[in-house]
């Protein structure tokens, strides 16, 4: 979603200076700057006027790009769900630049039809053992049998980055996750599919356990940290992932275990046992100090603790 310039906010601007009876000199005297406008002025009622005309305009955008991208999402075909997929994908890019934007994004997800998180599980994220035909009935049926393409690789990799940019912009995303067992799913993935969606699916699982208790205690149930240990131990599997693994180590022990009355008390010592005690307390540690980094130099930082983490199991 790329929003246009509106051509009144030029015509606003210019019409900002001086009124008729106002001293020109006055202005020259305080640096040329505009004086601000009263509330009641005339041009103070403009500008909250075009204020509001920006904001719903800006909505009708938000609202025309999550309906076209979702329309695709929804498609029986595979390579149109693609299509849709990162179609949302870049609006929701485009959403995250302005506090503005993700207020209204976070309104149109209020509405059922513009809702995204559940059409990612009913579709791209769907198991396929779903869509199996129970019965020959439809042999007998005077309408044709409706068949749905299963998902590819790229489509369940593009549905996870869909799903962890809404949960990331839209709290209440995670409690629609909720609702679709977003957990079990996402782990099932995370131990049956390849490299490509195992490490989307790390990136996502941390995105639907930020403030909620809920989805991390599916995670625990799901013996999730015992998935996770497993893929970062074996060394026969693509060195990239692990070291994905080890950055969602970091993350789940600073960001999402180290929130207050987090359900996953046990964690660390879970990592403790199925680590040891070197790589646990590595991880700990890595996780407790704040950062000011810009953010390309804390994900740096990310990937050079994740590094280490790799090497302290080497050695355990």
């Known amino acids: 979603m790329y929003l246009k310039k509106p051509l009144w906010s030029d015509a606003l601007k210019k019409s900002g200076g001086p009124g008729p009876g106002a001293d020109a000199d006055s202005d020259a005297g305080a640096g040329g700057a505009s004086p601000e406008p009263e509330r009641d002025s005339p041009l103070a009622v403009v500008e909250e006027l075009v204020g509001l ?3 719903q305009r800006v909505y009708r955008e938000v609202t025309l790009a999550l309906r076209t991208g979702l329309r695709d ?7 149109l769900r693609v299509r ?3 179609s949302l994908l870049k609006f929701l890019r485009s959403v995250s630049e302005s506090d503005t934007t993700i207020e209204l994004f976070a309104l149109s997800q209020s509405v059922r039809e513009l809702q995204v998180v559940p059409v990612l599980f009913q579709h791209s994220l769907k198991d396929t053992e779903e869509g199996n035909v129970a019965s020959l009935d ?5 309408e044709p049998l409706k068949i749905t393409s299963p998902s590819t690789d790229a489509e369940a990799a593009l549905a996870l980055r869909v799903l962890e940019g809404c949960c990331l912009l839209h709290t209440e995303s995670t409690i629609l996750a909720h609702q679709h067992k977003a957990i079990p799913v996402l782990m099932n993935i995370l131990s049956t599919r390849g490299v490509l969606e195992q490490g989307a699916c790390l990136d996502a699982l941390i995105s639907i356990m930020l403030d909620s208790s809920a ?6 149930s799901c013996r999730g940290i015992e998935e996770v240990a497993e893929l970062i131990r074996d060394k026969q599997i693509d060195e990239n992932l692990r070291l994905k693994c080890g950055e969602f180590l970091l993350l789940l022990i600073g960001h999402v275990n180290g929130r207050d009355k987090s359900p996953m008390a046990t964690v660390h010592e879970d990592i403790r046992q199925l680590l040891g005690e070197k790589s646990a307390s590595l991880i700990w540690a890595a996780s407790q100090f ?3 980094l810009d953010p390309d130099q804390r994900l740096t930082a990310l990937h050079i603790q994740a590094r280490r983490v790799l090497e302290s199991i080497g050695m355990y």
């Not at 999402?73 to 390579?79: K, L, T, V």
């Not at 439809?138 to 005077?142: D, L, Y």
């Not at 989805?215 to 625990?220: S, Y």
């Open 215 to 220: 989805n991390q205690l599916d995670f625990e």
């Open 53 to 55: 005309l920006t904001k």
């Open 84 to 86: 849709g997929l990162r």
């Open 138 to 142: 439809h042999i007998f049926a005077v």
């Open 290 to 292: 704040g950062s000011t």
């Open 73 to 79: 999402a929804r498609a029986e075909f595979s390579f």
